[in-house]
């Protein structure tokens, strides 16, 4: 059995830097256009280089999406993007279009094509399709199981990689190609501007009753009919590589950094120590479950994975999400006072105080270590009881050692 590729998502340059320093072996990330999360704050062209250097320099990979269901009007555009996108050097483009397809293998040749799970890739005729075009890797449909995926490795062999999502949320539509967006708020979830309509509470009314509306289930306060639970198969690590699954995909091109950190080191641990000693991997699975619901989550499902969700993989009730902890930041560099304190210099992302007790959540094994917070200061060296400006630049001296990259969270109240 093979090792899968863990790939993460990140939607900034610090995300990137973040999975890669928490152990993702590949990241994909979104230009400013063409792919499907315009709302993303995504990589402009100088972010994108750095990004690719940054992740190149540590033996990481880059894949880029370019995954929208394009239009006449964006052909001209999405030359010109590949064309940039060679001279870059990801190590491969996430594409759905044929069209587009074509295009990369015009503009970009020197890049690997991946084939988006929005082609809706659900037979192994799919991947030999696609693999006789050019392509080197497929992302399986959300719709797929397992016994499905085992097959289609059955039928093609080692001649082309299988990608698959195993966390993060779930649509309500085949392979995320849905018309919901598009049909009642006029944004085109095709061309990454969604706004997750599957998340809206909903009634029914009647014609003749304007006004009166009436729960979908016998409920007073509505039913969320679309919104699926989130995918989490930390604690399927056997069955996934069985499967024969090349590379294993965390969806949230949106998440934080806090989201993307605590996610990677709970699968990049999942993944080793099921390599090194599958029954030590048995017995920290309640371990690694326990710190992925540390992160915001609607709950949880396998989702297709082991047959045709029930009833039970929606959350009826409400479109929140669940969020134990608070993301406070991470540290970017380090030095230390007088006294020999550790002083974190940091972008402050929420508030809290000096005195309080904070979480270090550091790249490694899962072993999460609190310090206290002894000072406060901002850049003119003024001190402050607590730090309620976001984004701030402030220096916090705290009272154990901490390194540049490590997080900082803390229980939500």
């Not at 998502?9 to 152990?23: H, R």
């Not at 708020?185 to 095709?190: L, P, S, T, Y």
Request: net charge negative; charged share 25%; glycine share 8%.
């Amino acid at each position: 059995m093979n090792k899968p590729e863990l790939l993460m998502p990140a939607g900034s340059l610090d995300v990137l830097k973040t999975a890669v320093n928490f152990g993702a072996d590949a990241v994909y990330i979104g230009g400013d256009m063409y792919g499907l999360r315009a709302k993303a704050r995504n990589f402009p062209k100088k972010d994108m280089e750095k990004g690719i250097a940054f992740a190149h320099e540590r033996g990481r990979k880059v894949y880029v999406t370019v995954n929208i269901t394009a239009h006449n009007d964006d052909v001209e555009g999405i030359s010109a993007y590949l064309q940039e996108l060679e001279e870059m050097k990801p190590d491969g483009l996430i594409i759905s279009d044929p069209g587009v397809f074509n295009l990369a293998g015009r503009f970009a040749p020197g890049i690997e094509r991946h084939i988006s799970t929005q082609a809706n890739n659900v037979n192994y005729l799919d991947f030999l399709f696609w693999r006789d075009l050019g392509a080197t890797r497929v992302v399986t449909a959300r719709e797929l199981s397992l016994a499905e995926i085992r097959q289609i490795r059955e039928k093609i062999g080692d001649s082309i990689e299988i990608e698959s999502f195993i966390h993060g949320a779930m649509c309500i539509s085949y392979s995320g190609r849905c018309l919901l967006s598009n049909y009642l708020a006029g944004r085109d979830a095709n061309l990454g501007e969604c706004t997750h309509p599957c998340r809206w509470r909903y009634y029914l009314t009647e014609e003749t009753r304007p006004g009166e509306y009436m729960p979908v289930e016998e409920n007073e306060r509505g039913t969320f009919i679309f919104n699926s639970r989130d995918l989490c198969m930390v604690d399927h690590i056997p069955e996934i590589v069985e499967a024969g699954i090349d590379s294993l995909k965390v969806e949230g091109r949106m998440k934080t950094a806090l989201y993307v950190a605590t996610v990677t080191r709970a699968y990049r641990n999942a993944i080793d120590t099921f390599f090194e000693d599958p029954e030590e991997y048995r017995r920290n699975i309640p371990v690694y479950f326990d710190e992925i619901t540390k992160c915001t989550n609607r709950r949880f499902t396998t989702g297709f994975y082991f047959g045709k969700p029930g009833s039970d993989s929606m959350v009826y009730e409400n479109s929140t999400y669940v969020k134990d902890f608070v993301y406070y930041g991470t540290v970017a560099e380090t030095g230390s006072d007088s006294n020999g304190n550790c002083v974190c210099v940091m972008e402050q992302k929420n508030k809290f105080c000096v005195g309080d007790t904070l979480e270090i959540l550091a790249p490694g094994r899962i072993v999460n270590e609190t310090t206290r917070v002894l000072d406060i200061t901002d850049d003119e060296g003024n001190h402050m009881d607590s730090c309620p400006h976001a984004s701030q630049t402030i220096h916090v001296t705290v009272d154990s050692k901490v390194r540049p990259g490590d997080l900082f969270r803390g229980k939500a109240v």
